[in-house]
């Protein structure tokens, strides 16, 4: 084993030891220094490397060179020389011993390292397969209760449904049975009214269909005198529009074409490239376009006007018209509007193809058409109440009134 090291010395300064350095070397060269002291610390050196193994220099080179300082540091001084560091530059043999320690060495870094990388894969894919396994658990706890949640909103859905459909259904059988019901009263009542009409005597009869025709010639008389009104505006109301859709327009189209010969009077045409007043001629052609726009608008506005005035006193008058009737004429309204009502509440029922009578005893035919007859009797006897209720004219008091 060979070592080599660099050392750095100095004279030591104090008298004691600046005379001992002077009694060694003064007169000698400065090669002759460098070689006594050198072969001195070579002499500790091999010393040194005699008493340690070569594993031992290897692996602590630091406190190799301090054993070298400590064991030569009383020689070199008691020559008046100071060592003020000493370290070991390399070490190396001949046989490639040190080699195989650096190899071996290495060798166990490599496999401490390997060892190092698989304990380190190996956790890794530990930890790996539980954050795969929390992942996959959590995913399909959730996949759980969107399942649960979905199964519970179709069970709600369907409940939901089947009550929505039972109230269809229910709405559905009460309104068939509402117009059956409906469609029954009224025919009943109807028919007891004539029953009714029928029983009274023909004194009454007479006198009554004297006050109904007496009615109906007022009624003739107030609608005449409505018509005679309403033509009056009708007339109004065509006058207004022969203005609005022909004289006004009429004069529009005089205003604007007046309008476009004045512009040419005051800027006739020139001919040749530049044209100077032809820039006026058109503002006062879209002038007279828009006063003529303006007259037609106008005249329809009035003539929409006088149209929604005639309509709104019609009606007016119709209304003062049917204030003027009396109980006999409102009700002979009443009695030809029934037939269309009975129409209108009958409509429900046109798909009917059989309706059963159910009552009577022991099943007699004639039996059941005796209770027939009696609850259609006692059914119409409620229509009179009715009519009173909606319109407030008493059927009877009508009919038996002198």
Request: proline share 2%; with cysteine.
């Amino acid at each position: 084993l060979m070592s080599r090291g660099v050392a750095q010395v100095k004279v030591m300064t104090d008298v004691e030891f600046l005379s001992a350095a002077c009694e060694q070397f003064l007169g000698r060269s400065v090669s002759d220094i460098k070689a006594t002291i050198l072969n001195t610390l070579e002499g500790h050196l091999r010393a040194i490397l005699g008493t340690l193994s070569v594993e031992s220099i290897y692996q602590d080179r630091d406190q190799f060179a301090a054993l070298v300082r400590e064991v030569a540091a009383p020689d070199v001084g008691r020559m008046g020389i100071e060592i003020l560091s000493f370290t070991i530059k390399d070490l190396y043999d001949k046989v490639e011993y040190l080699d195989s320690l650096g190899r071996a060495q290495t060798a166990n870094v490599m496999r401490d390292a390997d060892i190092g990388v698989a304990e380190a894969e190996r956790d890794a894919g530990i930890r790996e397969a539980e954050c795969n396994k929390k992942m996959m658990d959590t995913k399909f706890e959730a996949d759980g209760s969107i399942a649960d949640s979905k199964r519970k909103f179709e069970l709600l859905q369907a409940e939901y449904q089947q009550e929505v459909n039972v109230a269809l259904a229910d709405s559905q059988l009460a309104y068939t049975l509402q117009a059956s019901l409906l469609l029954t009263v009224a025919s009943n009542r109807t028919q007891h009214y004539i029953w009714n009409v029928a029983l009274v005597t023909s004194a009454e009869a007479a006198k009554e269909n004297q006050k109904i025709k007496a009615e109906d010639l007022e009624i003739e008389v107030v609608g005449r005198k409505r018509a005679i009104e309403i033509e009056e505006q009708e007339i109004i109301r065509n006058e207004r529009k022969l203005d609005s859709t022909i004289r006004l327009p009429a004069e529009a189209e005089a205003y604007r074409v007046q309008k476009i010969a004045e512009g040419e009077r005051e800027c006739p045409p020139k001919r040749g490239p530049a044209i100077d007043e032809l820039p006026n001629r058109q503002v006062l052609e879209a002038q007279a376009a828009a006063d003529g726009i303006r007259g037609i608008g106008n005249a329809k506005a009035a003539a929409l006007g006088a149209k929604g005035d005639a309509e709104a006193e019609g009606l007016l008058k119709m209304g003062e018209a049917f204030a003027q009737f009396s109980d006999a004429a409102k009700l002979n309204l009443i009695l030809q509007s029934l037939p269309s009502l009975a129409a209108e509440v009958a409509a429900p029922l046109a798909q009917t193809k059989e309706i059963v009578v159910l009552g009577g005893s022991g099943g007699n035919a004639c039996s059941n058409l005796e209770d027939l007859g009696r609850n259609l009797t006692n059914l119409a006897g409620t229509l009179p109440p009715a009519i009173r209720a909606l319109t407030g004219v008493d059927i009877s008091q009508v009919t038996g009134r002198d």
